[in-house]
Protein backbone atom coordinates (compact mmCIF):
# COMPACT_ATOMS: atom_id res chain seq x y z
CA UNK A 1 0.00 0.00 0.00
CA UNK A 2 0.90 3.69 -0.27
CA UNK A 3 3.49 4.57 2.40
CA UNK A 4 3.93 8.23 3.53
CA UNK A 5 7.03 8.94 5.94
CA UNK A 6 7.90 11.99 7.90
CA UNK A 7 10.80 12.59 9.20
CA UNK A 8 11.44 13.28 12.10
CA UNK A 9 9.51 11.53 13.77
CA UNK A 10 10.47 13.94 16.89
CA UNK A 11 12.62 17.43 17.57
CA UNK A 12 13.33 19.18 20.52
CA UNK A 13 14.90 23.10 19.58
CA UNK A 14 15.31 25.97 21.10
CA UNK A 15 13.47 29.24 21.11
CA UNK A 16 14.06 31.60 18.05
CA UNK A 17 15.36 28.69 15.91
CA UNK A 18 14.29 26.97 12.45
CA UNK A 19 13.35 23.22 12.19
CA UNK A 20 12.04 21.84 9.25
CA UNK A 21 10.14 18.51 8.82
CA UNK A 22 10.25 16.52 6.05
CA UNK A 23 7.33 14.57 4.40
CA UNK A 24 7.45 11.83 1.78
CA UNK A 25 5.48 9.62 -0.77
CA UNK A 26 7.65 6.27 -0.84
CA UNK A 27 5.90 4.39 -3.78
CA UNK A 28 3.73 6.92 -5.49
CA UNK A 29 3.62 10.56 -6.54
CA UNK A 30 1.73 13.52 -4.57
CA UNK A 31 0.25 15.85 -6.39
CA UNK A 32 -1.20 17.42 -3.22
CA UNK A 33 0.08 17.05 0.53
CA UNK A 34 -1.53 18.54 3.18
CA UNK A 35 -0.07 19.55 6.48
CA UNK A 36 -2.39 19.56 10.43
CA UNK A 37 -0.93 20.24 13.59
CA UNK A 38 -2.59 18.87 16.50
CA UNK A 39 -2.55 20.49 19.92
CA UNK A 40 -2.71 17.91 22.95
CA UNK A 41 -6.11 16.14 23.75
CA UNK A 42 -7.04 18.19 20.46
CA UNK A 43 -7.85 16.75 16.78
CA UNK A 44 -6.22 17.58 13.60
CA UNK A 45 -6.22 21.24 12.33
CA UNK A 46 -5.54 21.70 8.71
CA UNK A 47 -2.24 24.18 8.14
CA UNK A 48 -2.33 24.50 4.77
CA UNK A 49 -2.83 22.75 1.51
CA UNK A 50 0.90 21.90 -0.49
CA UNK A 51 0.45 21.26 -4.28
CA UNK A 52 3.28 20.35 -6.22
CA UNK A 53 5.75 23.42 -7.74
CA UNK A 54 2.94 26.03 -7.09
CA UNK A 55 2.74 28.05 -3.70
CA UNK A 56 0.92 26.57 -0.68
CA UNK A 57 -2.41 28.13 0.20
CA UNK A 58 -2.73 28.24 3.77
CA UNK A 59 -6.58 28.26 6.11
CA UNK A 60 -7.28 31.27 7.69
CA UNK A 61 -5.15 31.56 11.27
CA UNK A 62 -1.88 30.50 10.09
CA UNK A 63 1.13 32.68 9.45
CA UNK A 64 2.73 31.72 5.74
CA UNK A 65 5.42 33.43 6.87
CA UNK A 66 6.20 31.43 9.97
CA UNK A 67 5.55 28.12 8.49
CA UNK A 68 7.54 27.62 5.11
CA UNK A 69 5.64 24.92 3.12
CA UNK A 70 8.03 23.97 0.03
CA UNK A 71 6.84 20.80 -2.50
CA UNK A 72 9.39 21.12 -4.86
CA UNK A 73 8.92 17.59 -5.88
CA UNK A 74 5.50 15.08 -6.53
CA UNK A 75 7.63 12.96 -3.93
CA UNK A 76 8.64 15.99 -1.16
CA UNK A 77 6.93 18.55 0.71
CA UNK A 78 8.73 20.32 3.31
CA UNK A 79 7.45 22.63 6.43
CA UNK A 80 9.88 25.13 8.15
CA UNK A 81 8.53 26.29 11.55
CA UNK A 82 10.54 29.80 11.32
CA UNK A 83 11.72 31.27 15.15
CA UNK A 84 9.78 28.59 16.58
CA UNK A 85 8.37 29.49 20.02
CA UNK A 86 7.00 27.27 22.53
CA UNK A 87 3.53 28.22 21.69
CA UNK A 88 4.68 26.17 18.17
CA UNK A 89 5.28 22.74 20.33
CA UNK A 90 2.82 20.41 19.01
CA UNK A 91 2.08 17.46 16.69
CA UNK A 92 2.34 18.22 13.09
CA UNK A 93 1.15 15.81 10.57
CA UNK A 94 1.20 15.37 6.68
CA UNK A 95 -0.90 13.82 4.06
CA UNK A 96 -0.81 13.25 0.61
CA UNK A 97 -2.71 11.95 -2.81
CA UNK A 98 -1.79 11.35 -5.89
CA UNK A 99 -4.91 13.23 -7.37
CA UNK A 100 -8.26 13.04 -8.18
CA UNK A 101 -10.40 10.42 -6.19
CA UNK A 102 -7.40 8.87 -4.76
CA UNK A 103 -7.26 7.91 -1.00
CA UNK A 104 -5.02 9.91 1.27
CA UNK A 105 -2.52 8.68 3.04
CA UNK A 106 -1.24 9.74 6.53
CA UNK A 107 2.39 10.25 7.78
CA UNK A 108 3.11 9.11 11.47
CA UNK A 109 3.64 12.54 12.58
CA UNK A 110 6.54 14.86 14.19
CA UNK A 111 6.68 16.04 17.81
CA UNK A 112 7.65 19.24 18.26
CA UNK A 113 8.85 20.50 21.50
CA UNK A 114 10.06 24.10 21.46
CA UNK A 115 12.36 24.77 24.64
CA UNK B 1 -18.59 26.43 8.71
CA UNK B 2 -18.53 23.24 9.07
CA UNK B 3 -18.35 21.66 12.73
CA UNK B 4 -17.53 18.28 13.51
CA UNK B 5 -18.54 16.86 16.93
CA UNK B 6 -17.93 13.68 18.59
CA UNK B 7 -19.58 11.77 21.38
CA UNK B 8 -18.43 10.71 23.82
CA UNK B 9 -14.71 12.15 24.33
CA UNK B 10 -13.83 8.90 26.25
CA UNK B 11 -15.46 5.31 26.72
CA UNK B 12 -13.93 2.48 28.61
CA UNK B 13 -15.55 -0.54 27.65
CA UNK B 14 -14.86 -4.38 29.00
CA UNK B 15 -13.64 -6.63 26.73
CA UNK B 16 -15.97 -8.46 24.27
CA UNK B 17 -18.51 -5.57 24.24
CA UNK B 18 -19.96 -4.04 21.25
CA UNK B 19 -19.56 0.00 21.32
CA UNK B 20 -21.14 3.12 19.32
CA UNK B 21 -18.81 5.98 18.57
CA UNK B 22 -20.86 9.08 17.94
CA UNK B 23 -19.87 11.74 14.82
CA UNK B 24 -22.41 14.70 14.05
CA UNK B 25 -21.39 17.32 11.06
CA UNK B 26 -23.48 20.34 11.14
CA UNK B 27 -23.11 21.33 7.72
CA UNK B 28 -25.43 18.06 5.42
CA UNK B 29 -23.46 19.21 2.12
CA UNK B 30 -20.54 16.64 2.08
CA UNK B 31 -18.15 15.21 0.08
CA UNK B 32 -17.35 11.93 1.93
CA UNK B 33 -16.88 10.87 5.57
CA UNK B 34 -14.11 9.30 6.57
CA UNK B 35 -13.14 7.25 10.50
CA UNK B 36 -9.75 7.36 11.78
CA UNK B 37 -7.49 5.47 14.09
CA UNK B 38 -4.77 6.90 16.18
CA UNK B 39 -2.49 5.31 18.54
CA UNK B 40 -0.52 7.67 20.86
CA UNK B 41 2.25 9.90 19.24
CA UNK B 42 1.19 8.16 16.05
CA UNK B 43 -0.34 9.08 12.96
CA UNK B 44 -3.84 8.28 11.60
CA UNK B 45 -4.79 4.99 9.87
CA UNK B 46 -8.06 5.04 7.76
CA UNK B 47 -10.48 2.80 8.92
CA UNK B 48 -13.53 3.43 6.69
CA UNK B 49 -14.58 6.12 4.10
CA UNK B 50 -18.14 6.77 3.03
CA UNK B 51 -19.10 8.61 -0.05
CA UNK B 52 -21.79 11.00 0.34
CA UNK B 53 -23.87 8.84 -1.20
CA UNK B 54 -23.77 5.58 0.43
CA UNK B 55 -25.26 4.82 3.70
CA UNK B 56 -22.91 2.66 5.58
CA UNK B 57 -19.56 0.96 4.88
CA UNK B 58 -18.13 -2.78 6.63
CA UNK B 59 -14.37 -3.56 7.37
CA UNK B 60 -14.34 -6.49 9.54
CA UNK B 61 -15.56 -6.12 13.20
CA UNK B 62 -15.89 -2.04 12.07
CA UNK B 63 -19.09 -0.48 10.59
CA UNK B 64 -19.89 2.49 9.59
CA UNK B 65 -23.07 4.23 9.20
CA UNK B 66 -24.07 8.03 7.32
CA UNK B 67 -27.15 9.91 7.43
CA UNK B 68 -26.35 12.63 5.66
CA UNK B 69 -29.70 14.80 6.13
CA UNK B 70 -29.58 14.51 10.34
CA UNK B 71 -25.59 15.69 10.09
CA UNK B 72 -24.79 12.25 11.62
CA UNK B 73 -22.63 9.11 11.30
CA UNK B 74 -21.60 6.50 14.03
CA UNK B 75 -18.62 3.99 14.29
CA UNK B 76 -19.78 0.24 15.38
CA UNK B 77 -17.45 -1.47 16.92
CA UNK B 78 -18.20 -5.95 17.54
CA UNK B 79 -16.48 -7.70 20.08
CA UNK B 80 -14.47 -5.28 21.12
CA UNK B 81 -10.57 -6.10 22.12
CA UNK B 82 -7.76 -4.58 24.11
CA UNK B 83 -6.21 -3.96 20.40
CA UNK B 84 -8.96 -1.43 19.45
CA UNK B 85 -7.82 0.46 22.60
CA UNK B 86 -6.74 4.02 20.43
CA UNK B 87 -8.16 7.59 19.42
CA UNK B 88 -11.00 7.44 16.73
CA UNK B 89 -11.35 10.25 14.82
CA UNK B 90 -14.36 11.20 11.83
CA UNK B 91 -13.33 13.37 9.68
CA UNK B 92 -15.89 15.44 6.83
CA UNK B 93 -14.89 16.69 3.00
CA UNK B 94 -16.68 18.93 1.98
CA UNK B 95 -15.50 18.17 -1.47
CA UNK B 96 -12.92 16.51 -3.49
CA UNK B 97 -9.89 18.89 -3.00
CA UNK B 98 -8.58 16.36 0.02
CA UNK B 99 -9.01 18.84 2.74
CA UNK B 100 -10.89 17.20 6.17
CA UNK B 101 -12.57 18.88 9.01
CA UNK B 102 -11.63 16.83 12.21
CA UNK B 103 -13.65 16.44 15.10
CA UNK B 104 -11.99 15.77 18.54
CA UNK B 105 -11.83 11.92 18.45
CA UNK B 106 -12.88 9.22 21.03
CA UNK B 107 -10.35 7.59 23.14
CA UNK B 108 -11.34 4.19 23.55
CA UNK B 109 -10.06 2.03 26.43
CA UNK B 110 -11.11 -1.68 26.06
CA UNK B 111 -9.94 -3.54 29.33
CA UNK B 112 -9.27 -7.24 29.18
Known amino acids: GAVVSQHPSWVICKSGTSVKIECRSL??????MFWYRQFPKQSLMLMAT?????????EQGVEKDKFLINHASLTLSTLTVTSAHPEDSSFYIC???????????FGNGTRLTVT | KQEVTQIPAALSVPEGENLVLNCSFT??????LQWFRQDPGKGLTSLLL?????REQTSGRLNASLDKSSGRSTLYIAASQPGDSATYLC???????????FGQGTTLQVKP
Open chain 1, 95 to 105: SARKGGNSPLH
Open chain 1, 27 to 32: DFQATT
Open chain 1, 50 to 58: SNEGSKATY
Open chain 2, 27 to 32: DSAIYN
Open chain 2, 50 to 54: IQSSQ
Open chain 2, 91 to 101: AVSSGNTGKLI
